[in-house]
């Protein structure tokens, strides 16, 4: 690859990383916390390949013209290693959904096991109490004083068709996608059966109790008072 690709490439995909680090992209890939590494590294690259840039044109300046050196035919194939990078700038990868959520068995985080020691804290007062999806599947396979039993709750997330059950379902990632595990929750009475898979949803209801156990990977069935769709959030993953 000639030096110029190389720079130019340098300074696309730092730009690139840049891009999705101010827009809330990288929200698709990592955590929140990780926003100013991403800016500070992708500033360094373009930096790198400006400064690269600017070293070979003045170079060039001061050398002997050689004539011509035989490679022009190689420039094609290195400006194609260009394309993956100028996708990122047009278009950005969506963020995981319902086709990882039927590929990988579903679990409640080690957290809750360690939670299971101590008695879950009372739910907050209230007629419907927000809650995230982890939490709640945290409660329901673990908490055996039954702080979900008889409350309803809110839940939002992403709906699943798998296996003839209709699931609501988040990913939690530790780091990154690339650990991303699922967290789901089984609806009945059906009313969100007509629904797309990856539709977002915000449900109100009840856990049915006893339901989250580990035969079935620690799915607690829910009863829907309501089912709403809602337009996908800038951060889909729990954590």
């Not at 730092?14 to 891009?19: D, H, P, R």
């Not at 600017?54 to 094609?76: C, E, K, N, Q, Y």
């Not at 959520?101 to 007062?125: G, Y």
Request: a neutral charge.
């Amino acid at each position: 690859m000639k030096r110029e690709t190389q720079n130019i490439l340098l300074i696309l995909l730092g730009g690139a990383l840049v891009k999705i680090a101010v827009n809330g992209d990288y929200l698709r890939y990592v955590k929140p916390a990780q926003q100013p590494w991403i800016i500070a590294g992708g500033a360094v690259m373009v930096l790198l390949g400006a400064v690269a840039i600017v070293r070979d044109l003045v170079a060039a300046r001061t050398a002997v013209p050689s004539g011509h050196d035989g490679h022009s035919h190689s420039a094609r194939p290195a400006w194609l290693l260009l394309v993956p990078v100028l996708a990122v700038f047009l278009v950005a990868p969506p963020a995981l959904g319902a086709d990882s959520v039927i590929r990988t068995e579903a679990r409640v985080p080690a957290s809750a096991a360690a939670a299971n020691a101590v008695a879950f804290p009372p739910l907050p007062a209230g007629n419907v109490v927000p809650l995230t999806v982890n939490e709640f599947v945290s409660r329901a396979g673990w908490d055996k004083g039954g702080t979900l039993d008889g409350r309803t709750v809110s839940l939002t997330g992403f709906v699943v068709h798998t296996e003839g059950s209709t699931l609501l379902a988040r990913l939690v990632i530790s780091c990154c996608a690339a650990d991303a595990f699922p967290v789901t929750v089984r609806l009945r009475g059906g009313e969100a059966d007509h629904l797309a898979s990856d539709a977002w949803i915000r449900v109100t209801g009840q856990v049915v109790p006893g339901t989250a156990t580990k035969t079935n990977s620690y799915t607690p069935d829910f009863t829907p008072a309501s089912v709403t769709t809602v337009p996908a959030p800038k951060d889909p993953y729990e954590y």
